[in-house]
């Protein structure tokens, strides 16, 4: 079964780049057709999908972010990983990668895909 975990520093200041990664095991993110996803959840807010690289390389955002995100993958090391630049403490949030069928941009719950256990990023100076 494939199994996903964050990983990336815990504090990030104003104005710097918030980077994580996420490394799947028991399964390649070369392999079908999925989507791994980047997905946010702010303190009191809903899940907000970030983006996602598909198995074949391409790469898609959401609107509200697309600015300032890079999402990029190393396949040597079954890996992918999100680069938000610029960050303001409205970027504080727990941050998720997860694996979906689809492309799916809207409606995410944790009864969905695969999932990390989620990683808390607090940006503040």
């Known amino acids: 079964q494939v199994q996903l975990q964050e990983s990336g520093p815990g504090l990030v200041k104003p104005s710097q780049t918030l980077s994580l990664t996420c490394t799947v095991s028991?399964?390649?993110?070369?392999?079908?057709?999925?989507?791994w996803n980047w997905i946010r959840q702010p303190p009191g807010k809903g899940l907000e999908w970030i983006g996602a690289?598909?198995?074949?390389?391409?790469?898609f955002y959401g609107p509200s972010l697309k600015s300032r995100t890079s999402i990029s993958r190393d396949t040597s090391k079954n890996q992918f990983t999100l680069q938000l630049g610029s960050v303001t403490p409205e970027d504080t949030a727990v941050y998720y990668c997860?694996?979906?069928?689809?492309?799916?941009?809207?409606?995410?719950?944790?009864?969905?895909?695969?999932w990390g256990q989620g990683t808390q990023v607090t940006v503040s100076s």
């Open positions: 997860a694996r979906s069928d689809i492309l799916k941009t809207t409606g995410w719950n944790r009864e969905y895909g695969y």
């Open positions: 690289i598909q198995s074949t390389g391409s790469v």
């Open positions: 028991g399964g390649s993110i070369l392999s079908g057709y999925y989507y």
